[in-house]
């Protein structure tokens, strides 16, 4: 959705208000008491639903991400807007001169709480077929004295690890008879160390055990045939990176240049949250204008 289709759709806090509704219902309304999706019926003049079973009543806002918020329903469904509008990210200063917002804090936590959902809504996928994998060293923002204290290069405590893992599926072109790698879905996430234990458990966790990994020959990786049907061991060089892991390899690329170029320094507190805003856009790139619509359903989903 665009900006002009956006200011016709939702033009005020009660056309947010039937939309968000409309998604609720399709959905599903979870009622807490009885800890599963119920039949709610709709109070439309004191705007909730209540269980048929138990008679709970729950709020438009409840058990999304804008549950126990004060901002309008409008100022989230901009921010939702902003944030799917661009590949690249949005700071948060500009995301606060946006929509007006007086503190910097208050902009800065809704742009969190989005992005925390984002991450969780990839969780739900696990990555199959034929799979790449390594590891990204980013730098994180850390105190100016300390950091002259601190060694450079990999392995430095000024950089977080990230394993980074993506489907690659190879692809043969008739007239050349080419082959290449066609990617599809990816997935990061921040590692304590880029050891055997913490592998294996990124790989169990977001890697099908029906899959072939292809990695390069880290001693880290020595168990993952355990964790997948296959492990196929690759040398480290240039025709490696271009070839057998181009597509983690693009991806890190990408990650760095995103953090860097529109953010600067993260701390290491926040860094997944940024990392799973790039992961999500990343998986949707051929969204384009219905990534907004993509981004209030996972919202409004009720992870229990």
């Known amino acids: 959705m665009n900006i002009l289709n956006f200011i016709s759709h939702f033009p005020d806090e009660q056309s947010c208000e039937l939309y968000l509704k409309a998604h609720r219902e399709k959905q599903g309304i979870h009622c807490k008491n009885c800890k599963k999706c119920t039949k709610h019926y709709w109070f439309s003049t004191r705007k909730f639903f209540e269980c048929s079973i138990c008679r709970r009543r729950t ?19 901009a921010a939702f807007l902003l944030m799917s509008a661009t590949k690249k990210g949005l700071s948060c200063m500009e995301l606060q001169r946006q929509l007006g917002l007086k503190k910097y804090d208050t902009a800065f936590r809704l742009m969190h709480k989005i992005r925390a959902v984002m991450g969780k809504r990839d969780n739900s996928y696990m990555l199959k077929g034929m799979v790449e994998y390594d590891e990204a060293y980013v730098e994180k923002a850390i105190d100016a004295k300390l950091k002259k204290q601190l060694k450079r290069g990999k392995g430095s405590q000024r950089q977080v690890i990230v394993a980074v893992a993506a489907e690659s599926t190879p692809l043969l072109e008739e ?11 990816f997935r990061m996430k ?15 966790e977001n890697i099908d055990r029906k899959s072939v990994v292809f990695t390069d020959k ?59 805003e790039f992961v999500y856009k990343l998986n949707r790139r051929y969204f384009g ?6 981004l209030i359903i996972a919202a409004v989903q009720t992870y229990v």
């Open 59 to 77: 709020s438009l806002k409840s058990g999304t991400v804008m549950e126990n918020s004060n901002l309008s329903l409008h100022t989230w469904f």
């Open 175 to 185: 007239e050349s008879e080419k082959t290449s790698r066609h990617c599809g879905f």
């Open 190 to 204: 921040v590692i304590p160390r880029a050891d055997a234990e913490s592998v294996n458990e990124f790989v169990e």
């Open 218 to 276: 880290n001693k880290a990786y020595v168990h993952l045939e355990r964790l997948v049907e296959t492990h196929v061991k690759v040398k480290s060089s240039e025709s490696t990176a271009n070839e057998e892991l181009n597509w983690v390899h693009t991806a890190i690329s990408n990650l760095k240049k995103n953090l860097l170029g529109i953010y600067h320094m993260v701390t290491e507190r926040y860094i997944q949250n940024y990392i799973d």
């Open 289 to 294: 204008e219905k990534l907004f619509d993509r």
